[in-house]
């Protein structure tokens, strides 16, 4: 028996508008349709046609007015087509964001924290004695000035050295990250999409660098045929082209990307479901699509070698467990020193916020 239902105390005492509700699958629905809208909606209108998400109060035109005038969608004067804004493409981050790295368990705060302290960022509540080499702005004077009343006194007020007292203060270090998606045919592949979820993690991972780390860089870059740079904005219009796997290409780019960043502390995150299938040599695309071909695979493990002489660990996300890409992965990490993660779609998110998170305390 179902029993009563105290509406007033559930989702935090709070009732969705009908809009809100909308807005939740509308931004599901356009991860899955690559940032149109129109195809977004029309979806929307089957939903609500089988499970009946309006009604007469509330309509679909009355959402779709809604998000015009909230700034979400805009329509073109001359084709009449909607298409999404700057302001939808934060939200759907967020929102990925939020259903990704939103559940995970509370831990001890952090911003890039080391282990070690000295004239750093950040002041912390430790004091010591004043050393050579200290910042000026280090000391308290407040507690100086006690130690010098302590050891000589109030009738002839003298201040040395020895009195003098510092805070200590906390380094806050700074990362460079890449993060290498993998947009061929295979991630779409036998009806399993693979590229909505490695979507969301890499959106996620732009949102949480921008609002909680604003100090690093986020470079994102995707693979074919061939390797090429985008833009954090471009995320949700992602999507899979009738490619090989360029592996090398990708690790290439990453590394010359990496390169231009001044900061010691970098790392390269790689999204794939499938082994490497081709490569540039001679400038032809070199392919083979049948097992590991040895030509291929020793240039991403010599890539892979250029990557740890350089201090730049590459952590790879599979998100799928063919047999030759374990067997490639396994060569792969050990050649990098990395680490790789056997995962499903689901659990992708949360494997990518962990090991982000970890290997910066790691490594500082």
């Not at 911003?111 to 000391?139: C, V, W």
Request: net charge neutral.
């Amino acid at each position: 028996m179902l029993g009563y239902r105290f509406t007033q105390f559930t989702d935090n005492g709070e009732e969705k508008s009908p809009f809100e509700r909308l807005f939740e699958i509308f931004m599901q629905l356009l991860n899955y349709t690559s940032g149109d809208v129109p195809e977004a909606l029309n979806w929307l209108n089957e939903l609500d046609r089988e499970y009946k998400l309006t009604n007469d109060s509330y309509t679909m035109a009355d959402f779709i007015k809604d998000l015009k005038d909230r700034g979400f969608i805009r329509e073109d004067n001359n084709t009449g087509q909607f298409s999404i804004t700057p302001k939808t493409e934060q939200a759907i981050r967020k929102n990925a964001l939020n259903e990704l790295f939103g559940k995970m368990k509370k831990s001890r705060s952090g911003n890039h924290s080391t282990r070690f302290t000295g004239a750093g960022d950040e002041l912390t509540s430790e004091h010591r004695e004043f050393r050579f080499g200290d910042s000026p702005d280090q000391i308290s004077m407040t507690d100086s000035i006690r130690n010098a009343q302590i050891n000589h006194g109030i009738s002839e007020f003298t201040l040395g050295e020895e009195d003098l007292e510092v805070k200590e203060k906390e380094h806050k270090a700074q990362t460079s990250t890449v993060l290498m998606i993998d947009i061929s045919h295979s991630m779409i592949l036998y009806g399993e999409d693979r590229i909505t979820p490695a979507k969301k993690v890499a959106m996620a991972l732009a949102e949480l660098i921008r609002t909680r780390y604003p100090k690093d860089t986020l470079d994102v870059l995707v693979f074919g045929d061939d390797a090429w740079q985008i833009e954090v904005k471009d995320l949700p219009y992602l999507q899979v082209g009738p490619y090989h796997t360029n592996t090398p290409a990708g690790l290439e780019l990453g590394m010359n990307l990496l390169r231009r960043r001044k900061n010691p502390n970098k790392q390269l995150f790689m999204i794939t479901d499938g082994k490497p299938s081709c490569m540039l040599e001679g400038g032809r695309l070199y392919k083979n699509s049948y097992g590991l071909d040895r030509r291929i695979v020793n240039r991403c493990l010599n890539l892979a070698s250029s990557c740890r002489k350089l201090k730049i660990p590459i952590t790879t996300f599979m998100v799928a467990e063919d047999p030759y890409l374990r067997s490639f992965i396994h060569e792969f990490s050990e050649a990098n020193g990395g680490k790789a993660y056997y995962t499903s779609l689901k659990g992708l998110g949360e494997f990518v916020l962990e090991d982000f998170e970890r290997n910066r305390k790691k490594r500082m």
